[in-house]
């Protein structure tokens, strides 16, 4: 069996995000390059996704939110995943989404924007009848604000 490069790293991300009760949310902060950072805090987050309350992520950090229980987190700056390159990636309204693994993704990184966003949606959004998409359609307006697009063809 072939695993493609960055699965087991995004299901040890999905693991690290914890907080199913109502309490904080452990969401690993990362270390985006200057230029990233400064694109980052200009991104305005919605205070509600899918329906869900904005929560508190520890460590605190400009770079990191989560929405509901179980947590939908964000995690801006982030460095580009490793990836297939006959993956597919997902155009949702103008911003392309890399979902990672591509079996069964957990994990959605925006890519061809100067900065990299990722969200991490657990399954059991989707089992309850909702599309990946549609949670990812709420991030778009930020990201597309906030993140200036690369040239075409990069990622």
Same mark, same amino acid.
């Given at each position: /069996?072939? *695993?493609?490069?960055?699965?087991?790293?995004?299901?040890?991300?999905?693991? *690290?995000? #914890?907080?199913?009760?109502?309490?904080?949310? =452990? $969401?690993? $902060?990362?270390?985006?390059? $200057?230029?990233?950072?400064?694109?980052?805090?200009?991104?305005?987050?919605?205070?509600?996704v899918h329906g869900r309350t904005r929560r508190e992520v520890s460590p605190r950090s400009t770079f990191t939110a989560a929405w509901g229980s179980p947590a939908i987190a964000l995690r801006c700056g982030?460095?580009?995943?490793?990836?297939?390159?006959?993956?597919?990636?997902?155009?949702?309204?103008?911003?392309?989404?890399?979902?990672?693994?591509? #079996?069964?993704?957990?994990?959605?990184?925006? $890519?061809?924007?100067?900065?990299?966003?990722?969200? #991490?949606?657990?399954?059991?959004? *989707?089992?309850?009848?909702?599309?990946?998409?549609?949670?990812?359609?709420?991030?778009?307006?930020?990201? =597309?604000?906030? /993140?200036?697009?690369?040239?075409?063809?990069?990622?």
């Open positions: /069996m072939r *695993t493609l490069p960055g699965v087991s790293a995004a299901l040890a991300l999905a693991a *690290t995000i #914890t907080g199913c009760g109502a309490g904080v949310v =452990q $969401v690993p $902060v990362p270390r985006p390059d $200057v230029a990233a950072a400064e694109l980052c805090k200009r991104l305005k987050l919605p205070d509600k982030v460095p580009l995943p490793r990836h297939d390159m006959r993956a597919m990636i997902a155009v949702i309204n103008g911003v392309q989404w890399l979902p990672t693994p591509q #079996t069964r993704p957990v994990t959605f990184t925006a $890519v061809g924007r100067k900065a990299y966003v990722e969200v #991490t949606i657990p399954h059991s959004y *989707t089992k309850e009848g909702s599309a990946a998409g549609e949670i990812l359609m709420e991030f778009n307006p930020a990201v =597309q604000a906030a /993140m200036p697009e690369k040239p075409e063809g990069e990622l």
